[in-house]
């Protein structure tokens, strides 16, 4: 299997616009994580999704974001309208259970001026 | 609620020294307790795992003993490399994986 797979792997972007990070979780996983690492925070989980259904979003930070997985193989995180405090390295995680070990992708890094 | 404490870092060693990172649960039950390594540039991987008392986790020269009696987990290898530079996470996994803060290592030659 070829991992979790995330892209783009970088991205730069300017203040108000829209971001779209992409995953593709490893076949036959059920749980999908969206995770932001960033210096001052460490690792935060941003939202869990079981067999595509969002089950806790409590980490979402605002109304700025948002995240889908329309079905097994893909999951969208997107920040519309973008802002620098947003800069960050969002990894995207998918595992057997919500108690599984998880297989982390390459993560993309942000970075908003 | 479950969580997890691990020794704040950064460490510095030479090569081939003892690594000790320590890590200390909380839990309500019987949690799973996992290492995860994260090497510059990549996510977290897993590094080992424990999923009951007196289990030891290995792999790649490092070893975890899950002791239930001192609520540990403390991460060890005999003799560090340089490739070993990364930051360990300390994790436990009860009914959902939580994650310590993680403790950047630095091996130099």
């Known amino acids: 299997d070829a991992g979790v797979i995330q892209s783009p792997r970088h991205e730069v972007t300017e203040m108000g616009q829209e971001v779209t990070l992409r995953c593709k979780p490893i076949?036959?996983?059920?749980?999908l994580f969206w995770y932001r690492q960033t210096m001052m925070r460490g690792l935060e989980l941003l939202i869990y999704?079981?067999?595509?259904?969002?089950?806790?979003d409590s980490g979402m930070p605002e109304d700025r974001f948002s995240a889908k997985m329309p079905n097994a193989s893909f999951s969208t995180l997107k920040i519309q309208p973008s802002e620098p405090r947003d800069s960050a390295v969002y990894f995207c995680a998918s595992s057997h259970g919500r108690s599984y070990e998880q297989y982390f992708g390459p993560g993309t890094r942000l970075t908003v001026t | 609620g479950d969580s997890v404490t691990q020794m704040e870092g950064p460490v510095t060693l030479s090569e081939e020294a003892f690594l000790t990172i320590n890590c200390t649960y909380t839990a309500t039950g019987y949690p799973s307790l996992f290492w995860y390594v994260q090497y510059p540039g990549e996510g977290l991987q897993l590094l080992l795992k424990a999923t009951k008392a007196d289990d030891k986790g290995s792999n790649k020269g490092f070893e975890a003993t899950y002791r239930k009696e001192t609520t540990s987990f403390h991460l060890e290898k005999g003799s560090v490399q340089v490739s070993d530079s990364a930051v360990y996470f300390c994790?436990?996994?009860?009914?959902?994986?939580?994650f310590g803060a993680g403790t950047r290592l630095t091996v130099k030659p």
């Open positions: 999704f079981n067999n595509n259904v969002p089950i806790d």
């Open positions: 994790a436990l996994s009860e009914h959902d994986m939580r």
């Open positions: 076949s036959g996983h059920n749980s």
